[in-house]
């Protein structure tokens, strides 16, 4: 079964209000392929990372429900570790509990040598995995959660932790103060946000530095260009992309007779509905056309892209594929001049992407700004 008989077929798990990137679908032919160059950048002040990270999620489970091969998950965690990548992402959310698990086994050999970073704030029990409804980023749970997150990972620390996303019942106050102790106790050494509201990731900075905000950011969702670049910026936070394939969209194996099946949660985002997925394939067409110029895939023309905006920006495509992870983390190798990168914006800038990014649902945990401190 090729790659676009698959996309129409299969079901896509949508767990929770947790979304699975669907990235790394391009095909390899005539790609760059990845040789280590050792590219490194900073997330906050002093975490260094490799330029492109790997995300975890979908190894308990892929976007058609089945389980992948836990040792090929854990042959494509060591490759990537092999060529150069040193930023692993997951988060309790994904699984719950099984990914971390996952990164964990395969890791061990190296940990000591990569950035793990993972995620806490969905309402999760932490001895059955059952999701609960809402957020929860009460102290003592944030606490019971670490402790969780440590034995999966088989780690004594994470090097960066993020609220998944802000809680609107607890202060961010109370959220920082609680990972200040994480901090003092050893378990955790750099802290993050994500999906914020920009007062609230300002209010968080003041009392203890942010390393980075990870929120959606693509050729497809440009968002963030609005307000929380800007203040990544301003205050020296690093911004890592999740989902910066576009969810498969920008990796070529979607086009605009793609229908999605049941269970697909894209098949609830307007931006794929019949009537704008034909206007969107604009976006597409223009990575088709750049990735011929510059020898490379659609893929690796938007994660080159997304590097080029900021040396502070590390996105984290995900892949349960071998090709698509080499696919991915060589689009290092891909470059744009000044000259180039102003005609691809230009060529960019008069696309404009119709529908919303999410289902209004999921959309209503996003820049949420967290409630004041009672004095």
């Known amino acids: 079964m090729n790659r676009r008989d698959l996309l129409k077929t299969a079901g896509l798990a949508f767990a929770g209000s947790a979304l699975l990137p669907f990235e790394g679908l391009a095909k390899t032919e005539n790609v760059k392929g990845f040789s280590p160059s050792g590219n490194k950048r900073k997330l906050g002040a002093s975490l260094e990372v490799s330029s492109i990270g790997l995300g975890v999620q979908n190894m308990s489970r892929t976007y058609q429900t089945t389980i992948p091969s836990r040792t090929e998950m854990h042959n494509i965690i060591r490759t990537a570790f092999d060529k150069g990548v040193t930023l692993f992402d997951t988060a309790e959310a994904y699984g719950p509990f099984e990914v971390e698990r996952i990164l964990g086994e395969a890791i061990a050999p190296f940990r000591d040598k990569i950035v793990i970073e993972t995620k806490f704030g969905w309402n999760i029990d932490q001895d059955t995995g059952g999701r609960l409804p809402g957020l929860n980023s009460k102290p003592d749970h944030i606490k019971i959660v670490v402790e969780g997150m440590l034995k999966r990972l088989r780690t004594d620390r994470i090097d960066l932790l993020y609220q998944h996303r802000v809680d609107p019942q607890v202060p961010i106050e109370d959220v920082v103060g609680t990972i200040q102790d994480l901090i003092k106790q050893g378990k955790v050494l750099n802290y993050g946000l994500s999906e914020p509201g920009v007062q609230t990731v300002r209010r968080a900075h003041k009392i203890h530095p942010i390393a980075a905000i990870q929120n959606e950011y693509s050729l497809l969702?440009?968002?963030?260009e609005k307000e929380i670049i800007p203040l990544c910026q301003e205050l020296g936070i690093?911004?890592?992309?999740?989902?910066?394939?576009?969810?498969?969209?920008?990796?070529?194996?979607?086009?605009?007779?793609?229908?999605?099946?049941?269970?697909?949660?894209?098949?609830?985002e307007t931006r794929f509905s019949p009537e704008n997925i034909t206007h969107n394939m604009a976006v597409v067409e223009l990575l088709k056309k750049w990735s011929k110029q510059k020898e490379s895939s659609p893929a690796q023309i938007s994660l080159a892209w997304l590097l080029a905006q900021k040396p502070w920006i590390v996105p984290i495509p995900g892949t349960t594929q071998m090709s698509h992870l080499l696919e991915n983390i060589g689009a290092e190798e891909v470059t744009f001049t000044a000259t180039e990168l102003k005609e691809f914006n230009s060529q960019l800038n008069v696309i404009q992407i119709q529908g919303e990014r999410l289902p209004s649902f999921v959309q209503a945990f996003s820049d949420v700004e967290a409630p004041l401190k009672k004095i």
Do not use: C, H, K, M
Not at 221 to 224: E, I, K, V
């Open 221 to 224: 969702w440009r968002g963030p």
């Open 238 to 268: 690093g911004f890592v992309p999740w989902s910066p394939l576009g969810v498969g969209f920008l990796t070529g194996a979607i086009d605009a007779d793609t229908r999605f099946a049941q269970g697909d949660f894209r098949s609830l």
